[in-house]
């Protein structure tokens, strides 16, 4: 028998469990829309029906298994699709320095099952909710309530869309779908200077670099994407203090 939670935020709260339920519940729809898109892609890349179910559960991460799709069925290197799985999802570095200081109380193997389950939309929910690091009743169960249904829907979408890949004919326009969905989650991320212009290096970049093997130019263009927009973050930030 586990013992009871002896840190103010570990204590069980339905309040805020329901509150995250009801905070995340308008994203859930488009995500599950987004793991269908996934889920289709991965069978229109080649994968096999329990190759694709291993890698939307033991990965899920929507845009890294995007983008190592195609090299997939390029056959390039293990290496390169594992780079570029990597630089694709460097975002959840930041997102585990933001929210280890809400948790790293917790053992291991929690923080490890909240890390694999956590989302863009879930992290950004819970530290609108909880900006401050200081311990506070409810923090474990808004973030559950945000995690779990946000993984359910994502798996429920991306299993129907592995399911349906093999029957739906490409006419339908899953490519043109994927490309609003990737669109939907970069607009939103666009707003700052610094992303935009870290947007349109890669964009100029991924065209003049389109002719390299193994659809490297991919992985070049968010490479120096990241690199431009962290650049032009540090150059602004350093113009407002020197002109404060």
Known sequence: MSSPPTHLSDIPDPDAYRAALKVGLPSLFGICAWGLVVGVAMIKS????????????LTFAGSAQLASLPLIAAGAPVWVVFVTALVVNLRFVIFSVLM???????????????????????????????????????????????????????????????????????????????????LCI????????????????????????????????????????????????EMGAAWKAKHR
């Open 46 to 57: 080649g994968l096999s029906v329990p190759q694709a179910l291993g890698m939307t559960l």
């Open 100 to 182: 280890a200081p809400h948790f790293a109380h917790l053992p291991w193997r929690q923080r490890l099952l909240y890390g694999y389950s956590s989302g863009d939309f879930s992290v950004a929910l819970f530290l609108q909710r909880y900006p401050e690091e200081a311990p506070a009743p409810g923090k474990l169960s808004f973030l559950k309530g945000l995690l779990w249904p946000n993984w359910a829907a994502w798996q429920s979408g991306s299993i129907v869309g592995i399911l349906l890949g093999a029957v739906v004919p490409s006419a339908w326009g899953l490519e043109f779908a994927g490309s609003l969905a990737i």
């Open 186 to 233: 970069l607009v939103p991320l666009t707003a700052s200077r610094p992303a935009l212009l870290g947007v349109l290096v890669a964009a100029a970049v991924s065209i003049l670099a389109a002719g390299l093997p193994y659809k490297l130019g991919m992985l070049a263009a968010v490479l120096v994407g990241m690199l431009t927009a962290m650049l032009a973050e």
